[in-house]
């Protein structure tokens, strides 16, 4: 069972920077494919980034200001987020699938991500 601990949240103004951590429980980290997703009040959970293997992808919306990596040393995964916008306020949660095959998908509890303007 993967466990998933985000942190990082808080509130910006418009412009500004955040950068959220995600901690896993899990013994083989290094083989999971790991992502974020976020969801702002009244709309569906979407996705941001992920990272796995040799592979990373962004959403159009973030690309060029988010940038995903991951320490496989300590288990962790991070989300920079550069030039945030109002639109980007929402929930941010961690997400993985211990293999590409793998049916289930743990998530954190999430983190709160408020940009003003």
């Known amino acids: 069972q993967v466990q998933l601990v985000e942190s990082g949240g808080g509130l910006v103004q418009a412009g500004g920077s955040l950068r959220l951590s995600c901690a896993a429980s899990?013994?083989?980290?290094?083989?999971?494919?790991m992502g974020w997703f976020r969801q702002a009040p009244g709309k569906e959970r979407e996705f941001v980034a992920a990272?796995?293997?040799?592979?990373?992808i962004y959403a159009d919306s973030v690309k060029g200001r988010f940038t995903i990596s991951r320490d496989n040393a300590k288990n962790s995964v991070y989300l920079q987020m550069n030039s945030l916008k109002p639109e980007d306020t929402a929930v941010y949660y961690c997400?993985?699938?211990?293999?590409?095959?793998?049916?289930?998908?743990?998530w954190g509890q999430g983190t709160q991500v408020t940009v003003s303007s």
């Open positions: 990272i796995w293997s040799g592979s990373i």
């Open positions: 899990g013994r083989s980290f290094s083989s999971y494919v």
């Open positions: 997400s993985c699938r211990v293999a590409v095959t793998a049916e289930d998908r743990y």
